[in-house]
């Protein structure tokens, strides 16, 4: 067989395993947005978070969600992963987390590392985190501009080693946010990234999404995407632990090369997200509309939400965007990534494979 075949055997495969999981779901991750305030002002942040002012949970509503999981969910508790916004400027975090730890939760987290001082990287040992993925989105310069804060990089980087020194994480990620102008500090981003002791490098384009709808400048070209799929292609043949990230449908050129794994939006299927308000919905990055938020904690249980909603997520997608009707793989890619599906039209706004082969 062709490699070209055993991809698609592959696809046709986990396709088949994604239509058993649209008719009986499995939650094997749940997202955490303890907050949407952040020390820093990212121009492609999806969901806009910087110095702004929200309703937040207490520590008592997101340790009775806890319960309520752990009950419900007992046998097979999904990872808790935890985000904002800046998730440690949320002031009950070790009372949460420690608590999450205590009832058998495997949890990590998503942070922009700057906060991460011996002290606190002592505190995230004492709670039990077991994964973290911290962001560093360019060299210094560049990444300080891009978050809106001066020092941003020295500080995350101090973070990253201060948590290499505690010793005690799992799994250790860098995550870059590539955007059409950063593309040329790729290989010494690459330099960078040999010289620190994490287990993955994650790489993903900068999305049309939140704040970034603001910069059309920062958006990716098709010859930037063909370009990165590239690099990332070259450097895991040298061994080196690079990763595009989850989203979109690459094609067979590209799928089963780029990562370990070949594409499918789970959003609302394996995946669900509990909001710093108590609204319940898919992946954190989908566009925040009365058709994509499945309900709120205050009112009903996650569970029963879970059980009984979602109805927008567990179909094929593909059936309702015309372009994606007609491809030759819809099959595989059913409508494409959730984060950038337009659910007022039914459409998807980005279609990677088309950025791939144009």
Same mark, same amino acid.
């Given at each position: 067989?062709?490699?070209? /075949?055993?991809?698609?055997?592959?696809?046709?495969?986990?396709?088949?395993?994604?239509? %058993?999981?649209?008719?009986?779901?499995?939650?094997?991750?749940?997202?955490?947005?303890?907050?949407?305030?952040?020390?820093?002002?990212?121009?492609?942040? #999806?969901?806009r978070?910087g110095?702004?002012?929200?309703?937040?949970?207490?520590?008592?509503?997101?340790?009775?969600?806890? /319960?309520?999981?752990?009950?419900?969910?007992?046998?097979?508790?999904?990872? !808790?992963?935890?985000?904002?916004?800046?998730?440690?400027?949320?002031?009950?975090?070790?009372?949460?987390?420690?608590?999450?730890?205590?009832?058998?939760?495997?949890?990590?987290?998503?942070?922009?590392?700057? *906060?991460?001082?011996?002290?606190?990287?002592?505190?995230?040992?004492?709670?039990?985190?077991?994964?973290?993925?911290?962001s560093?989105?360019?060299?210094?310069?560049?990444?300080?501009?891009?978050?809106?804060?001066?020092?941003?990089?020295?500080?995350?980087?101090?973070?990253?080693? +201060?948590?290499?020194?505690?010793?005690?994480?799992?799994?250790? %990620?860098?995550?870059?946010?590539?955007?059409?102008?950063?593309?040329?500090? *790729?290989?010494?981003?690459?330099?960078?990234?040999?010289?620190?002791?994490?287990?993955s490098?994650?790489?993903?384009?900068?999305?049309? !999404?939140?704040?970034?709808?603001?910069?059309?400048?920062?958006?990716?070209?098709?010859?930037?995407?063909?370009?990165?799929?590239?690099?990332?292609?070259?450097?895991?043949?040298?061994?080196?632990?690079?990763?595009y990230?989850?989203?979109?449908?690459? #094609?067979?050129?590209?799928?089963?090369?780029?990562?370990?794994?070949?594409?499918?939006?789970?959003?609302?299927?394996?995946?669900?997200?509990?909001?710093?308000?108590?609204?319940?919905?898919?992946?954190? /990055?989908?566009?925040?509309?009365?058709?994509?938020?499945?309900?709120?904690?205050?009112?009903?249980?996650?569970?029963?939400?879970?059980? +009984?909603?979602?109805?927008?997520?567990r179909?094929?997608?593909?059936?309702?965007?015309?372009?994606?009707?007609?491809? /030759?793989?819809?099959?595989?890619?059913?409508?494409?990534?959730?984060?950038t599906?337009?659910?007022? +039209?039914?459409?998807?706004?980005?279609?990677?494979?088309?950025?791939?082969?144009?």
């Open positions: 067989m062709s490699d070209a /075949d055993i991809k698609t055997e592959h696809l046709r495969l986990q396709a088949g395993v994604r239509k %058993q999981l649209i008719e009986k779901p499995l939650l094997t991750q749940l997202f955490f947005e303890l907050t949407l305030r952040c020390n820093e002002y990212c121009l492609h942040c #999806g969901s978070c110095d702004v002012s929200a309703d937040e949970m207490t520590a008592d509503d997101w340790k009775e969600i806890l /319960d309520q999981v752990k009950v419900d969910f007992e046998g097979k508790l999904p990872q !808790i992963n935890i985000t904002g916004g800046e998730p440690l400027l949320y002031p009950h975090f070790e009372e949460i987390l420690s608590y999450a730890h205590s009832l058998g939760f495997t949890w990590g987290m998503t942070t922009n590392g700057t *906060l991460i001082t011996p002290e606190v990287a002592a505190m995230l040992k004492r709670c039990g985190m077991a994964s973290v993925s911290i560093i989105d360019g060299i210094k310069a560049t990444h300080d501009r891009l978050r809106g804060k001066d020092g941003a990089y020295d500080l995350a980087m101090v973070g990253i080693q +201060n948590l290499i020194d505690a010793d005690f994480v799992k799994a250790i %990620q860098v995550t870059t946010v590539v955007n059409h102008e950063t593309m040329r500090e *790729l290989d010494d981003l690459y330099e960078i990234m040999c010289g620190l002791d994490i287990d490098w994650r790489i993903m384009g900068i999305e049309p !999404i939140g704040r970034a709808i603001d910069h059309p400048e920062l958006l990716l070209t098709s010859e930037d995407h063909k370009n990165l799929m590239e690099f990332i292609r070259n450097k895991r043949l040298m061994n080196m632990p690079v990763t990230g989850c989203f979109h449908y690459l #094609g067979l050129k590209y799928e089963g090369e780029v990562r370990d794994w070949y594409f499918t939006c789970m959003a609302g299927i394996t995946v669900a997200s509990i909001t710093s308000k108590g609204d319940v919905m898919a992946c954190l /990055d989908i566009d925040r509309t009365p058709k994509t938020i499945q309900g709120n904690i205050h009112d009903r249980s996650f569970a029963d939400m879970w059980n +009984n909603e979602f109805k927008v997520f179909y094929d997608k593909a059936e309702n965007d015309e372009n994606c009707k007609n491809c /030759d793989s819809r099959k595989f890619c059913m409508g494409g990534s959730c984060h599906w337009d659910f007022d +039209n039914n459409k998807q706004r980005l279609c990677l494979l088309k950025e791939l082969t144009s």
